[in-house]
C-alpha cells in the first residue's frame, strides 16, 4: 500500500528553526510537495521537490532523498503566523498526490 | 499564481436535503478537478476526480449517487451532497491543477465546510 508519516505535532519558539519530517512509501515517484494549511483553511503552496537535494525559498527550505524515501521541511527565524498543520504529498506513477496527514505546528512566544 | 474558488465557504443544512458546491478555476482552463473531505484533525482524502465532459472517477468506498460532481465546463465543477446526514458534516475541498505540466502544485479553493444537523 502507499504510506506518507509525519509526526502529529512539533512545538517551537518564536525565532528558533524546526525541521518536520516526512518518509513515504508509494507506488512510483514523480515529486513531493509541502504544503501550509492554517486552521479551517485550504492548503497553499510551499515547495516541491523531484530531485535529491535541498531547495531553498527564503525562510523555508525542503530537502529530498529519493533513495531513502525521504524529505523535511525547515522553517527558520520563526514566526507565530507559522503555527499551522504543514502536509506532506506525493505524487505517485499516475501522478496522483498522496497526502500525509500532516503535522501540527505549535510556536511559542 | 492561478486562483481557485470555492463557494460557500459555510453551509448548515438540514438532514435529508441537498447541498451543491461550486469549484471555479478563474484564469486556467481545468480539464480534471479534484474533490477531498477532510475531517477534522485528518489528512485530505481524494473523493473523486471530475473531469470535464465526462463522468468523474470516484474513490473507493466513496458512493456515486450520494456525491453527485459534474464538470459541465472547463472553468466549473459541482459537487452535489444528496440527501445529507449528519456523518457527511466535514470541511470539503476541491483542487485544480494548471495544465502546464504533470509536475505542477495544485492550486485549492477555499474550502466548504459543511454542518448538516
Known amino acids: 500500500g502507499q504510506n506518507i508519516d509525519q509526526p502529529t505535532e512539533m512545538t517551537a519558539t518564536e525565532g528558533a528553526i524546526v525541521q518536520i519530517n516526512c518518509t513515504y512509501q508509494?507506488?512510483?515517484?514523480?515529486?513531493l510537495f509541502w504544503y501550509q494549511q492554517h486552521a479551517g483553511e485550504a492548503p497553499t503552496f510551499l515547495s516541491y521537490?523531484?530531485l535529491d537535494g535541498l531547495e531553498e525559498k527564503g525562510r523555508f527550505s525542503s530537502f529530498l532523498s529519493r533513495s531513502k524515501g525521504y524529505s523535511y521541511l525547515l522553517l527558520k527565524e520563526l514566526q507565530m503566523k507559522d503555527s499551522a498543520s504543514y502536509l506532506c504529498?506525493?505524487?505517485?506513477?499516475?501522478?496522483?498526490?498522496?497526502w500525509g496527514a500532516g503535522t501540527k505546528l505549535i510556536i511559542k512566544p | 499564481g492561478a486562483v481557485v474558488s470555492q463557494h460557500p465557504s459555510r453551509v448548515i443544512c438540514k438532514s435529508g436535503t441537498s447541498v451543491k458546491i461550486e469549484c471555479r478555476s478563474l484564469?486556467?482552463?481545468?480539464?480534471?478537478m479534484f474533490w477531498y473531505r477532510q475531517f477534522p484533525k485528518q489528512s485530505l482524502m481524494l473523493m473523486a476526480t471530475?473531469?470535464?465532459?465526462?463522468?468523474?472517477?470516484?474513490e473507493q468506498g466513496v458512493e456515486k449517487d450520494k456525491f453527485l460532481i459534474n464538470h459541465a465546463s472547463l472553468t466549473l465543477s459541482t459537487l452535489t451532497v444528496t440527501s445529507a446526514h449528519p456523518e457527511d458534516s466535514s470541511f470539503y475541498i476541491c483542487?485544480?491543477?494548471?495544465?502546464?505540466?504533470?509536475?505542477?502544485?495544485?492550486?485549492f479553493g477555499q474550502g466548504t465546510r459543511l454542518t448538516v444537523v
Open positions: 483542487s485544480a491543477r494548471s495544465p502546464r505540466g504533470e509536475n505542477t502544485e495544485a492550486f
Open positions: 484564469d486556467f482552463q481545468a480539464t480534471t
Open positions: 471530475s473531469n470535464e465532459g465526462s463522468k468523474a472517477t470516484y
Open positions: 508509494t507506488s512510483g515517484f514523480n515529486g
Open positions: 521537490n523531484v
Open positions: 504529498a506525493v505524487q505517485d506513477s499516475n501522478y496522483q498526490l498522496i
